[in-house]
């Protein structure tokens, strides 16, 4: 089966083909008039459907092909409603490799996408089906259209270290959810693209007797995110923004209870080829919401700014930083990260070597207002 168009407007007939025949030996082959599909979207259940050949009525069932000899057999229907964004479609009865296309649906409203002829050059070899309706380019970057609809949000990873006789371990875990996966990807409606995000970092003491956690932070938000607003030249590549709510606790009583809840804005920038080596830097500005009680002067070491810093290459090595100034004197603290993709060190394996320094107050939301002896782990990253 070769590979449509992978954007795809939904609003016309999906139109898949098979090509019979071989370069040594040629064949003999029963053509069928349906060809049933089945057809999953992101984190949705899997449907099956039925397309019909396409052709004359007198078409042949039947195809003998000569050594070298080829045919396409074309079928096509309306792939149901429920079919959002990124879109895998298999043979159910036939033995054909399965094929992924990000189907869009036009909104009235942002205009009709209109087809777009077959690029010079695209050729049987490429897998191009010149019968396929093909769509125009949204103002989104490709990486960021076949965007998985549950994805990493901050780091995950589990590091260790011993820094000034302090044995302990770090890990968290970070996630976010598109809640609402829209018919267009063009949509910048705050519904379309609206985000749950949850981050959960422990800090584990080793050293002590029954190894206990010493904090544990919950810090879910939701949030409104667009990656790329459209907005390049010489010198920026991508301009993002996230906006929205975030509420930060350790879930603990009495006098170790910490929460707050905030208002914020965050945009991005980044400078330089995404594919390579480029520079990134993110101030998520904020403003605390409601009553402080479990930690009223919080404001004086972490202030009303993050800072974050990144400079690497998606291939290669990575460095980050996130700074944070308080109110209150010299009080701050900065969280560095490298990372290296395990893969070029180990072939076969996937994540990252990853190593982590933090220096100044409040590594947890326990210590906000205690600067601590910096830190120094490293271990292994799912994401950076």
Not at 134 to 139: D, F, H, I, Q, S
Not at 239 to 255: K, P, R, T, W, Y
Request: zero cysteines.
């Amino acid at each position: 089966m070769l590979q449509p168009t992978k954007r795809y407007d939904a609003s016309k007939p999906l139109v898949l083909t098979l090509l019979f025949g071989d370069d040594d030996i040629g064949g003999s082959y029963d053509i069928p008039d349906t060809l049933k599909v089945s057809a999953s979207a992101d984190m949705t259940a899997p449907v099956q459907l039925i397309l019909r050949r396409d052709g004359a009525k007198d078409r042949a069932s039947h195809l003998d092909l000569a050594k070298g000899e080829y045919r396409k057999i074309s079928y096509s229907g309306m792939l149901p409603a429920s079919l959002r964004g990124m879109v895998r479609i298999e043979p159910v009865d036939y033995d054909a490799s399965a094929v992924i296309v990000t189907m869009v649906r036009p909104d009235a409203a942002i205009g009709a996408l209109p087809e777009a002829p077959a690029a010079p050059g695209d050729s049987l070899m490429a897998g191009a089906d010149a019968n396929a309706p093909a769509v125009a380019a949204p103002p989104a970057a490709v990486d960021l259209l076949n965007a998985s609809r549950i994805s990493f949000k901050d780091p995950t990873y589990f590091i260790i270290g011993n820094s000034g006789r302090d044995f302990s371990a770090k890990f968290q875990l970070s996630f976010k959810y598109r809640i609402f996966q829209p018919d267009d990807p063009r949509s910048r409606g705050p519904i379309d693209n609206l985000y749950l995000g949850y981050t959960q970092f422990s800090i584990w003491d080793l050293q002590a007797p029954s190894s206990p956690f010493r904090d544990t932070n919950y810090r879910p938000s939701l949030y409104y995110f667009l990656p790329d607003l459209g907005i390049a030249n010489n010198a920026v590549s991508r301009m993002s923004v996230a906006a929205g709510l975030e509420h930060e606790s350790n879930g603990q009583d009495g006098v170790k209870s910490r929460s707050l809840n905030i208002a914020f804005i965050e945009p991005g920038i980044s400078f330089g080829k995404l594919d390579d080596y480029h520079f990134t830097v993110a101030p998520k500005i904020y403003a605390y919401l409601g009553p402080l009680s479990d930690n009223p002067d919080i404001a004086d070491y972490r202030g009303n700014v993050d800072l974050k810093l990144s400079f690497g290459k998606p291939d290669g090595a990575a460095f980050s930083t996130l700074l944070r100034k308080g109110r209150n004197g010299n009080a701050g603290s900065a969280d560095s990260q490298f990372s290296y993709p395990l893969s070029r060190l180990v072939p076969g394996t996937a994540g990252y070597l990853f190593a982590n320094y933090f220096y100044g107050y409040g590594e947890s939301l326990l210590t906000y207002n205690q600067k601590i002896t910096p830190q120094f782990r490293v271990g292994f990253s799912l994401s950076r």
